[in-house]
């Protein structure tokens, strides 16, 4: 299977329950709260998408994380929007 016939969301598994299962050690975070606070996750950067950008989606990027476990240090890209506080929660 090439990474082309993968059409997963980046960021979001195909199992129910999980939010992100690392490509390389199989680690899966059941919740984006505890992806966030695993101290084995590092934030590298973020990487936009322009035709997502021009198409109107606000948050058109991937968030790039370090999967920062021994023998692991595997890059991984999450959608921005996966991150998103919905509006009711922000008041």
Sequence with gaps: MTPRDNKKKVGHTA????FKECTMCGKKWSTKDEFLGDKEIRLNGYQWNRNKLRSGEELAGLLIFTHAKAECYTTLGVEARSFKVPSRARQ
């Design 15 to 18: 199992q129910p329950g999980v």
